[in-house]
Structures are given as C-alpha cells and as structure tokens.
C-alpha cells in the first residue's frame, strides 16, 4: 500500500485565504485523524472520523477550519479564513481500529500564512 | 494537569549507552499505549505499544508499563546516532469507561546520541 498520502506537502498563503488540504487514508481503514503540529503546542488532534463520520471535533480551534470525509478514500481540512496563527505542519493518520490500533502518519503538509 | 506529560529534554547520551525515556498519563483507565518517533521533517511513525504491565522488547527497544503508577517509558540499549529524534509517547485516554477511540501525545522528549 502507499500509505496516507498528503496534498499538498508545503502551502503558503496571504492571510484571509482559504485553504484546503487533502488526505488520502490507507485503503481498508476505518478510522481517520487530522492533527496539527506546532513547536509552541506539540501535536494535537483536530477531528476523527470513523467510517467517513465525524466523531470528535472538540480540538478544532474554531469555526474557520472546516473538515470532511466525502468517502473512505478521501478527506479534506478547509481554513476560511486563515490566519498567522494557523501557521502549522498539518498531518493525517489512519487506523484500521480505535485508539487501540496503530495509526499511520502520512507526510504532513507545512501551512505558511504570511 | 497535562494527560500525558513527557520531558521535553533534550536528552543526550553517549553512542552505545542505553536512553531512558519516561512518559505520565493522567487517566487510571487508559488500556493503549504507544511510543512513536519522529525525526526533523517527518511524521511520526511506531515503534513500539504496549498494553500490559510489565515489559516488551523489540530489538534494541523495550517499552515498560506500571498502570498503577500511571508511568510508560522507553528503553534504547546499544543507542546510535541514527536513534537521534523526537519521541512521542500517545495514550488512548478513556473517560467514564468510555473510549475516545483517539490518542492523546507528549509534548515529546528530543533524544540526542553523541558518537
């Protein structure tokens, strides 16, 4: 398998636009995370989704980021409008099960908002 | 209280010793547990979980629970350079019986082996 793929791998935009990244679980899994990485903050899950549903949304910062799963092949994660602040390197995981299972990071994509 | 608390370090050790780290939770109920490495520009990959007291090797790795004392750590003997990163340790935290079905990281502790 090709493991989680990530699109894009670097962004940089102006403050006020949006922004839409895109991941791509492994094929099978049942379970997916987006999580945002900060030196400040560390690693922290934004939204799960389980069999393409949302599930856990409580680490979204607020109401300019956006997730959804279409599909189990796909998902995005939309910042409208985005800030300096959102600054990030954005990851998506999947995991076949729960917490119990292994989660598989895919690449990350670095977010620059000048 | 953090839920899952780790030395930030950095940690430093000399090439061959054996690199401790140690990883608190704050939930009596968590069954999962994992450590993950990260390099400098990389995601997070496993290397090692465990869900019962006591130890388990893999390799060079040896992960150790105390859910009692609500303590995971973990164990790289013959350290090399190449072990030099960021390591996470992630707790499934569970509430009220209930599991979140997500994972909860460290802030991580940074591992650096000098030759």
């Known amino acids: 398998d090709a493991g989680v793929i990530q699109s894009p791998r670097h962004e940089v935009t102006e403050m006020g636009q949006e922004v839409t990244l895109r991941c791509k679980p492994i094929?099978?899994?049942?379970?997916l995370f987006w999580y945002r990485q900060t030196m400040m903050r560390g690693l922290e899950l934004l939204i799960y989704?389980?069999?393409?549903?949302?599930?856990?949304d409580s680490g979204m910062p607020e109401d300019r980021f956006s997730a959804k799963m279409p599909n189990a092949s796909f998902s995005t994660l939309k910042i409208q409008p985005s800030e300096p602040r959102d600054s990030a390197v954005y990851f998506c995981?999947?995991?076949?099960?729960?917490?119990?299972?292994?989660?598989?990071f895919g690449p990350g994509t670095r977010l620059t908002v000048l | 209280q953090k839920e899952v608390e780790q030395n930030s370090g950095p940690l430093s050790v000399p090439e061959g010793a054996i690199a401790s780290l140690n990883c608190t939770y704050s939930?009596?109920?968590?069954?999962?547990f994992f450590w993950y490495r990260q390099y400098s520009g990389k995601s997070p990959e496993l290397i090692m979980s465990?869900?019962?007291?006591g130890d388990k090797e893999d390799g060079r790795f040896t992960a150790q629970l105390n859910k009692a004392s609500q303590y995971v750590s973990l164990l790289i003997r013959d350290s090399q350079p190449s072990d030099s990163a960021t390591y996470l340790c992630?707790?499934?935290?569970?509430?009220?019986?209930?599991?979140?079905?997500?994972?909860?990281f460290g802030q991580g502790t940074i591992l650096t082996v000098h030759p």
């Open positions: 094929s099978g899994h049942d379970y």
């Open positions: 465990i869900y019962s007291n």
């Open positions: 989704f389980n069999n393409n549903v949302p599930i856990d």
């Open positions: 995981a999947s995991s076949l099960g729960s917490g119990t299972d292994t989660q598989y």
């Open positions: 939930d009596r109920g968590s069954q999962s």
């Open positions: 992630a707790v499934n935290i569970y509430s009220g019986g209930t599991s979140y079905g997500k994972l909860t």
